[in-house]
């Protein structure tokens, strides 16, 4: 598996609904609607009445193109948000280019679109914005139409007072800009922090019950494993050497007493006296891991490459488990051969694991990991252990990853065929030994 960079994930409060840019556009029609009404009809005060309208009358078909075109629950990406907010941004400064500039009472209404890129986008986009409304700001103060007036009086604004409104007006905009950002960017990673502590008390939770039920099976399945491992040890003896019922025997010895191991291990997974301290290198590691294994039909070929001296870390049992439970996922549907390598350096150790079988399948690569989801293609094969559900992904995942591991899964590049995991550690992470029940997220 190749090193790729974590993709660059938009989280939904970055990304407006088109419905609130819509609802506010229409908010704007109407009140600039009313303030033309009421200073053309109403007062009688002379300003080119058609080009004003035809600039509402835009923003108007704007609004009702997007409605048709797209649903109102979409949520826009920062670019597409911020081509219309610069939208409105021109839009206005139309306006005031036809009724006065800088010098109407609404010129102050520029800063609109700015507070809410401010309040629902990133800094890259509203400073784009805010440079945006400023240019536009600049030139409404050199070059507009007269404000309208009665037809009586020429009204001009003195230069230094038309300076002193601009000054205001990019001052205003860039203190509100900022202030507006700095309150939601709180808000925003407020909910992160939120959101990433559910996930974790989730999974905690999640893995809890597993040690409960895992600990629960090996006290209840103890018993009778027993039974069987006794009879069986006293049916060995009952036998002439090349009976065949004689080695069925002894396999269902061999087999009970696996099944005690497994056991053994599900019971510590949780208890401080698994957590030793004894140190294992790499290579036992992976012996550890694959033997289990060996002898299903499916050839597991092992292999150590580094370019320092091998990495020697404690007898984890969370890291046997985790690396076990994947290596079984992948003998259960290899079709001939599964390879387990271990490379390292100065800095990460990482082990790959691959087979021959049918891979992942698309639909549920982005979800592998979840417990309850199935990440193999086609039906699950004869013989395996994990029942279709998932839970063994999930399990070796999350044991993994409270190690200080990373997991990374995808399906090999054609022409090969099958999965690849690749399971890497941070060398000091792997070499200090966190245990299982440390916090690593």
């Not at 240019?135 to 230094?160: G, K, Q, Y």
Request: glycine letters at 10%; proline letters at 5%; a negative charge.
């Amino acid at each position: 598996m190749t090193d790729q960079p974590a993709p660059n994930i938009t989280l939904p409060h970055r990304r407006l609904k088109l419905d609130t840019l819509v609802r506010l556009r229409w908010l704007a029609v109407g009140g600039q609607s009313a303030a033309l009404l009421v200073v053309y009809v109403g007062l009688g005060y002379s300003l080119p009445a058609g080009p004003a309208f035809a600039m509402v009358a835009m923003s108007a078909w704007l609004n009702i193109f997007l409605k048709i075109r797209w649903p109102s629950a979409m949520r826009l990406s920062e670019r597409a948000a911020t081509l219309q907010l610069a939208y409105d941004i021109l839009q206005m400064s139309g306006l005031l280019l036809l009724t006065g500039g800088l010098g109407n009472p609404f010129a102050f209404l520029l800063m609109a679109p700015v507070m809410v890129s401010a309040t629902g986008l990133s800094s890259r986009y509203t400073v784009v914005l805010g440079v945006l409304a400023t240019v536009c700001a600049s030139f409404l103060a050199v070059f507009h139409f007269p404000l309208p007036w009665p037809d009586s009086e020429d009204f001009r604004l003195p230069v230094i007072y038309s300076v002193g409104i601009w000054i205001a007006l990019v001052l205003t905009l860039g203190f509100m800009a900022v202030y507006a950002f700095r309150v939601a960017e709180e808000a925003r990673q407020l909910a992160d922090a939120l959101t990433a502590t559910e996930l974790v008390l989730a999974r905690e939770q999640h893995l809890n019950a597993l040690d409960g039920l895992a600990t629960a099976a090996a006290h209840e399945l103890g018993t009778p494993l027993a039974t069987i491992y006794l009879v069986a040890k006293e049916l060995n003896g009952e036998f002439e050497t090349g009976d065949h019922r004689g080695e069925d025997v002894a396999l269902i010895r061999s087999q009970a007493e696996r099944c005690r191991e497994i056991l053994k291990q599900l019971n510590s997974l949780s208890s401080e006296e698994d957590q030793t301290y004894q140190r294992m290198p790499v290579a036992q590691l992976l012996e550890d891991v694959i033997d289990p294994h060996r002898g299903t039909g499916v050839a597991i070929h092992s292999t150590q490459n580094g370019e320092s001296a091998e990495p020697v870390g404690t007898r984890n049992a969370a890291i046997r488990y985790g690396l076990g439970n994947l290596v079984e996922n992948a003998v259960d549907f290899a079709k001939s051969r599964v390879d387990v390598s271990a490379t390292w350096d100065d800095t990460t150790l990482s082990i790959s694991i691959r087979d021959d079988g049918p891979g992942f399948s698309v639909d549920i690569l982005g979800k592998i990991g979840d417990p309850y989801v199935s990440v193999r293609g086609g039906k699950s094969p004869q013989g395996s252990t994990g029942g279709g559900l998932g839970l063994g992904i999930f399990i070796a995942k999350t044991l993994l990853e409270r190690t200080g591991a990373k997991l990374l899964l995808e399906n090999q590049a054609p022409p090969d065929s099958g999965a690849h995991v690749r399971v890497s550690w941070p060398r000091s992470t792997f070499e200090r030994g966190v245990g299982v029940d440390e916090t690593s997220f």
